[in-house]
């Protein structure tokens, strides 16, 4: 097994040519991407392409995002550091762990049972305090903690459901991908009152949003 000092070196890589080469400049953003050991979030036989700028696949059909694109994400919601932040698609609970260290409190949802219960399982070993996850369909949000001044998606829907801007706060941010698969763009949606200010960020490719539990 390699070294704490090694795969910090290979976390250090990361950020400075993987991310911060790529335009990244939130400083914030940056120091958390150096601190999270993304290699104990994804399996065992893919830990050797851990720090690699690619997605890497977690089970049940899902995947962890490429560093950029979290790194991107991130940055896009513009945080300060004292949000309130809800999560859609817990998944392997690296965007979690990182939105832990930009963010006052994070609520994260996953629809399927076995990444859940590994997602908490490594936060809880890696002693995240700040953070909330919940069993639930991610198109219906999380009613009772809201209003949140972030949102953000870790798969894409067709369009953004409407259940999710009206749990946003009036300036609040969501961010997340949107559209069919091969022609799905990452989007920031602000809040302002009942006015709803799109912006397209990126192309990208995200497995698609669904709803309904599973146990695998």
Sequence with gaps: MKADNERQQERDFMVRFQIAARGIRDKRVLDAMRRVPRHLFVPSSYRVEAYEDYPLPIGSGQTISQPFIVAFMAEALLLKGDERIL????????????????????????????????ARTILESLEITNVELRLADGFYGWEEK???????LSAAPFDIPSLLLQQLADGGRLVGPVGPLGAQTLVRVTRHGQHFETETLLDVAFVPMRSGLSKV
Excluded: H
Aim: proline share 3%; glycine share 8%.
């Design 146 to 152: 809201a209003p949140f001044d972030a949102i953000i």
């Design 87 to 118: 999560e859609i698609g817990t998944g392997s609970g690296y965007q979690t762990a990182i939105l832990s260290l930009l963010a006052k409190e994070v609520y994260s949802i996953e629809r399927i049972d076995a990444l859940l219960d590994r």
